[in-house]
Nanobody, 124 residues
């Protein structure tokens, strides 16, 4: 069992930056692949990126590639999402998710644990 708590969301102008954090409980954080997803009103939850538990391999959605960076600090049980060059279409609730000892995937249903989400709003 792992509990996830996101933070760092807020209101930012287009072109600005935000860094989201996701703090995990438990002592086995390094065994989890961590994903970031987002959901805008009226839309389905969509994949943003993920970082693997063993090799640390990272995958991004095409829509954020080159602008967003995922990293993790296993000593702090935390995964980060650095978001640069933000666009109004990045506005959404951002969620982190975890799946135990499995490779990164973009599939929402493949993650076992979810945080409560943090709102990111990008104004034009």
């Amino acid at each position: 069992q792992v509990q996830l708590v996101e933070s760092g969301g807020g209101l930012v102008q287009a072109g600005g930056s935000l860094r989201l954090s996701c703090a995990a409980s438990g002592r086995t954080f390094s065994s989890y692949t961590m994903g970031w997803f987002r959901q805008a009103p009226g839309n389905e939850r969509e994949f943003v990126g993920a970082i693997g538990w063993s090799t640390g391999s990272i995958h991004y959605a095409d829509s954020v590639k080159g602008r967003f960076t995922i990293s993790r600090d296993n000593a702090k049980n935390t995964v980060y999402l650095q978001m640069n060059s933000l666009k109004p279409e990045d506005t959404a609730v951002y969620y982190c998710a975890a799946r135990l000892q499995a490779p990164p995937t973009s599939r929402v249903g493949s993650y076992d644990y979810w945080g409560q989400g943090t709102q990111v709003t990008v104004s034009s």
